[in-house]
Nanobody, 124 residues
């Protein structure tokens, strides 16, 4: 089993920055791709960014492209999401996810492990 724990969420003003972290533990050797998703009440969970094990394959949702940066430190089993120029519409619960497959998929159903989520609130 793999456990994922997010941290770094909080309240920030529009235009500000936050850095989310996700610590993985357990059978981390089975993890290949990791990603960040977000969800607001009444809407489906959507991908924000994804990254392969080596970092050579990245994916960003249009909403995140140019403002967010995903990275990972495999030695520390940590996934990061640097979020800059935050907007009120970025307000959501952000989830860390991991999959054992090799490709960076964008659908929640393709991910095997999930964290509990961290709330990000951007005030206008």
């Amino acid at each position: 089993q793999v456990q994922l724990v997010e941290s770094g969420g909080g309240l920030v003003q529009a235009g500000g920055s936050l850095r989310l972290s996700c610590a993985a533990s357990g059978r981390t050797s089975v993890i290949y791709t990791m990603g960040w998703f977000r969800q607001v009440p009444g809407k489906e969970r959507e991908i924000v960014a994804g990254i392969s094990r080596t970092g050579d394959s990245l994916y960003y949702a249009d909403s995140a492209n140019g403002r967010f940066a995903v990275s990972r430190d495999n030695a520390r089993n940590t996934l990061l999401l640097q979020m800059n120029s935050l907007k009120p519409e970025d307000t959501a619960v952000y989830y860390c996810a991991a999959r054992t497959g090799r490709n960076v998929y964008t659908e929640p159903r393709d991910y095997d492990y999930w964290g509990q989520g961290t709330q990000v609130t951007v005030s206008s």
